[in-house]
Nanobody
């Protein structure tokens, strides 16, 4: 089973920024749909942003204008730039890569927004 490797989480003050990275060492990364999910304590996992191999990215309403998903197909890496962070963004963030019937998840990285 291929393991996606995440990095970039941490503690940040409200209004601050963080960038998450996720490396997916798979041959068909450029053809995959990539996404970021998050799960806060006591809540279900929710989709934050997704980026198809072709087309526009999509974002949940609460992060529009603050978060940006991007990808580097040469490095087989996806990113989540998070700006103007709020306390309600606190969660474990998971990267996700889908190609056909193959679905891969990262191990999760904690993002805590607190003063």
């Amino acid at each position: 089973q291929v393991q996606l490797v995440e990095s970039g989480g941490g503690l940040v003050q409200p209004g601050g920024s963080l960038t998450l990275s996720c490396t997916a060492p798979i041959n068909r990364f450029s053809l995959s749909t990539v996404a970021w999910y998050r799960q806060a304590p006591g809540s279900q996992r929710e989709l934050v942003a997704s980026s198809p191999n072709f087309g526009r990215a999509n974002y949940r309403d609460s992060v529009k204008g603050r978060f940006a998903i991007s990808r580097n197909n040469t490095l087989k890496t996806l990113y989540l730039q998070m700006d103007s962070l709020k306390s309600e963004d606190t969660a474990v963030y998971y990267c996700n890569v889908k190609y056909g019937s193959v679905v891969l998840w990262g191990q999760g990285t904690q993002v805590t927004v607190s003063s």
